[in-house]
């Protein structure tokens, strides 16, 4: 099981990004789907993050009202669309789910490689 995140890029102030994360692999089903990212020097924090089932999502403060996550349940794919973007939103993105494998009696918490991030002013 692995995710793959795509969608980074250097962007200026104001612009708009979308991420995309597909999981991939032997899956039974998905938990959540979540958004973390890490800037130079600071520790990794949770963006948002999504119920797969319900699709009840939560968003850390500072990116509320600006970024919007959704997903496609039969694609096993996690989409943020990030509007209005800040310098501070740079960072490397990287996406985390909570997945349940045929051979696993419990579920795996996956990370992806990120996808870097860079807004300028």
């Known amino acids: 099981v692995q995710l793959q995140a795509s969608g980074g890029g250097l962007v200026q102030t104001g612009d708009s990004l979308r991420l995309s994360c597909v999981a991939s692999?032997?899956?039974?089903?998905?938990?959540?789907m979540a958004w973390y990212r890490q800037s130079p020097g600071k520790s990794r924090e949770l963006v948002a993050r999504?119920?797969?089932?319900?699709?009840?999502?939560l968003y850390t403060d500072s990116v509320k009202g600006r970024f919007t996550i959704s997903k496609e349940n039969a694609k096993n794919t996690m989409y943020l669309q990030m509007d209005s973007l800040k310098t501070e939103d740079t960072a490397v993105y990287y996406c985390n789910a909570d997945i349940h494998t045929p051979r696993d009696s419990s579920a795996l918490n996956v990370w992806g490689k990120g996808t870097l991030v860079t807004v300028s002013s």
């Open positions: 999504i119920t797969m089932s319900s699709g009840y999502s």
């Open positions: 692999g032997s899956i039974d089903s998905i938990n959540y």
